[in-house]
């Protein structure tokens, strides 16, 4: 396959959302600001285990094709998402929904107690987000930082209720291993979600956990299991009559529940997460299931058809769903520009993009439809998140870094190794063949007066000349620098730190020496 052709700057848009993530991952302990949605309990689609995970895995791939060469840029916003994922905030309501009581599990309930543990047994809606993201971690930034005993802990404890402290300690080899035996017993089919409801969706990041795991250790789990699930699932089919993905199965009977209602956001959540492993698959069926619930706007605007939400045991199911933005998500994997563009046009035009220390999201909206008929509604998990992550992604963006993985020299090449937070990375790439560094930077407003970057792993790369804007500003040697003007520029333990003081971007080339 020809590599791909991805601009090597960011866009404003790009650069805001990007901005947006961070803002969000620095938010206090608990203070969830602009995340909460309309559904109550953490227990639906828009829960902010979905949203921690779905930065971090756009976070991923716009490392991973975007810029490259920036991992500082990327890793402490990751961290923080990660240490928010493991607050009890996010996983409590385990305790509640793992007891069982649905209309998919009622019959099944006098065999569940309550159990505090998040990743014990099923809710694969949670533990594979866990195992995913600190796989994802290790992966793109070579550090076992979640490998370390305990590095993945569960932990609560109320001195108003419940006794002594819930404590579950794991780290990303032991989660990974349980979630893998949890699918083997299952026969392949998956781990479940809510007791007896396995998703196809949610059993999806797990396999780019195992996919992550054999990266950094050599193993073949994946394969193992990717081919042992599609034997499996062979008897169902992954989609049903009408061509629409099944939504789950029930583990007593199984027996399948097919996307009567064509709900979007189950056929682009599959689609989109599936085509890292099945990608002929899900490309073959994605233009008919996407023509099914599009709609036309003006000037080239697209929108979607949303299914009516069911009553359900004499109550209407309240969920973020997210079509639209799973919609967008979707169109950004399969490499479908029109429609990408028409989706993202639509919001731009109904959704009210919003500006935010700097950061771009659009803000929660309630409200189905304008008095004109156009979609207006947001969903946090949309506006917060998978609108910024259909930007930032690339054509097979989750097939490329599955099936694309960086070689070992990657990890030596000059790279941005630590970027203050008040520095927008808008290109950083290290070309091999011409021996440069090339990146972009300007300062935040948000940030402090004093904001740098530090250009590391040069101790094995001789001598360089540093330009910026086409002028020289800087020559040296590995980490010494024999000269410099235009910026503060001065040795650090990493490497070489550039200060920056002008908002205006700048453009830099780290040119080394043959």
Same mark, same amino acid.
């Given at each position: 396959?020809?590599?791909?052709?991805?601009?090597?700057?960011?866009?404003? @848009?790009?650069?805001?959302?990007?901005?947006?993530?961070?803002?969000?991952?620095?938010?206090?302990?608990? /203070?969830?600001?602009?995340?909460?949605?309309?559904?109550?309990?953490?227990? /639906?689609?828009?829960?902010?285990?979905?949203? +921690?995970?779905?930065?971090?895995?756009?976070?991923?791939?716009?490392?991973?094709?975007?810029?490259?060469?920036?991992?500082?840029?990327? $890793?402490?916003?990751?961290? %923080?998402?990660?240490?928010?994922?493991?607050?009890?905030?996010?996983?409590?309501?385990?305790? %509640?929904?793992?007891?069982?009581?649905?209309?998919?599990?009622?019959?099944?309930?006098?065999?569940?107690?309550?159990?505090?543990?998040?990743?014990?047994?099923?809710?694969?809606?949670?533990?594979?987000?866990?195992?995913?993201?600190? +796989?994802?971690?290790?992966?793109?930034?070579?550090?076992?930082?979640?490998?370390?005993?305990?590095? +993945?802990?569960?932990?609560?404890?109320?001195?108003?209720?419940? =006794?002594?402290?819930?404590?579950?300690?794991?780290?990303?080899?032991?989660?990974?291993?349980?979630?893998?035996?949890?699918?083997?017993?299952?026969?392949?089919?998956?781990?479940?979600?809510?007791?007896?409801?396995?998703?196809?969706?949610?059993?999806?990041?797990?396999?780019?956990?195992?996919?992550?795991?054999?990266? *950094?250790? =050599?193993?073949?789990?994946?394969?193992?299991?990717?081919?042992?699930?599609?034997?499996?699932?062979?008897?169902?089919?992954?989609?049903?009559?009408?061509?629409?993905?099944?939504?789950?199965?029930?583990?007593?009977?199984?027996?399948?529940?097919?996307?009567?209602?064509?709900?979007?956001?189950?056929?682009?959540?599959?689609?989109?997460?599936?085509?890292?492993?099945?990608?002929?698959?899900?490309?073959?069926?994605?233009?008919?299931?996407?023509?099914?619930?599009?709609?036309?706007?003006?000037?080239?605007?697209?929108?979607?058809?949303?299914? *009516?939400?069911?009553?359900?045991?004499?109550?209407?199911?309240?969920?973020?769903?997210?079509?639209?933005?799973?919609?967008?998500?979707?169109?950004?994997?399969?490499?479908?520009?029109?429609?990408?563009? =028409?989706?993202?046009?639509?919001?731009?035009?109904?959704?009210?993009?919003?500006?935010?220390?700097? =950061?771009?999201?659009?803000?929660?909206?309630?409200?189905?439809?304008?008095?004109?008929?156009? $979609?207006?509604?947001?969903?946090?998990?949309?506006?917060?998140?998978?609108?910024?992550?259909?930007?930032?992604?690339?054509?097979?963006?989750?097939?490329?870094?599955?099936?694309?993985?960086?070689?070992?020299?990657?990890?030596?090449?000059?790279?941005?190794? @630590?970027?203050?937070?008040?520095?927008?990375?808008?290109?950083?790439?290290?070309?091999?063949?011409?021996?440069?560094?090339?990146?972009?930077?300007? $300062?935040?407003?948000?940030?402090?007066?004093?904001?740098?970057?530090?250009?590391?792993?040069?101790?094995?790369?001789?001598?360089?000349?540093?330009?910026?804007?086409?002028?020289?500003?800087?020559?040296?040697?590995?980490?010494?620098?024999?000269?410099?003007?235009?910026?503060?520029? %001065?040795?650090?333990?990493?490497?070489?730190?550039?200060?920056?003081?002008?908002?205006?971007?700048?453009?830099?080339?780290?040119?080394?020496?043959?």
């Amino acid at each position: 396959m020809n590599a791909l052709a991805i601009p090597e700057t960011l866009t404003d @848009r790009q650069a805001g959302h990007l901005r947006h993530f961070a803002n969000l991952s620095r938010q206090p302990v608990n /203070d969830w600001s602009l995340m909460q949605g309309r559904g109550a309990g953490q227990d /639906d689609f828009g829960g902010y285990r979905f949203q +921690l995970a779905y930065m971090a895995y756009a976070l991923a791939l716009a490392h991973r094709h975007r810029l490259p060469a920036a991992p500082g840029a990327f $890793r402490p916003v990751f961290e %923080r998402l990660m240490d928010k994922m493991l607050l009890p905030e996010v996983w409590m309501y385990w305790a %509640r929904v793992g007891r069982g009581g649905s209309i998919f599990n009622a019959h099944l309930s006098h065999n569940y107690t309550e159990d505090w543990n998040p990743v014990g047994r099923d809710n694969i809606m949670y533990s594979a987000y866990v195992q995913s993201m600190a +796989l994802l971690y290790h992966y793109l930034f070579d550090d076992a930082r979640y490998a370390a005993p305990g590095a +993945l802990t569960f932990k609560y404890w109320s001195y108003f209720w419940g =006794g002594g402290e819930r404590r579950f300690e794991y780290d990303e080899n032991s989660l990974n291993e349980h979630i893998y035996w949890q699918m083997v017993e299952s026969g392949y089919l998956g781990v479940a979600c809510e007791p007896n409801c396995v998703f196809q969706i949610c059993n999806q990041p797990a396999i780019l956990g195992f996919r992550m795991h054999d990266l *950094v250790t =050599g193993g073949s789990t994946a394969a193992e299991v990717t081919a042992a699930y599609q034997q499996a699932w062979a008897q169902f089919g992954h989609v049903g009559d009408n061509g629409h993905f099944h939504i789950m199965m029930s583990q007593d009977t199984k027996t399948v529940r097919p996307n009567l209602g064509k709900a979007v956001w189950v056929d682009a959540w599959c689609g989109t997460l599936m085509n890292m492993w099945n990608r002929d698959f899900v490309h073959t069926h994605y233009p008919a299931q996407m023509r099914d619930w599009l709609v036309a706007g003006r000037d080239g605007a697209l929108s979607v058809r949303s299914s *009516v939400r069911p009553e359900v045991m004499g109550q209407k199911i309240v969920n973020d769903d997210s079509d639209f933005a799973w919609a967008a998500t979707w169109a950004s994997e399969m490499g479908d520009a029109d429609t990408l563009a =028409g989706l993202l046009s639509h919001a731009d035009r109904y959704m009210q993009p919003t500006w935010r220390d700097d =950061g771009l999201y659009f803000p929660r909206n309630d409200t189905l439809e304008d008095a004109e008929g156009n $979609r207006t509604l947001v969903e946090p998990m949309a506006g917060n998140v998978l609108l910024a992550y259909a930007s930032l992604n690339v054509p097979d963006g989750l097939w490329r870094l599955y099936n694309e993985p960086w070689d070992a020299a990657h990890f030596s090449q000059p790279a941005l190794v @630590r970027v203050d937070d008040g520095i927008d990375v808008l290109q950083a790439r290290f070309d091999a063949d011409a021996r440069q560094l090339r990146f972009a930077l300007r $300062r935040s407003s948000m940030g402090p007066s004093e904001s740098g970057v530090v250009i590391g792993r040069l101790s094995a790369r001789g001598r360089w000349v540093l330009s910026c804007d086409g002028v020289v500003v800087a020559r040296g040697s590995a980490g010494r620098i024999d000269s410099s003007n235009g910026f503060v520029i %001065r040795p650090v333990d990493e490497g070489i730190e550039i200060l920056i003081a002008q908002a205006d971007p700048a453009s830099f080339v780290m040119q080394f020496e043959s």
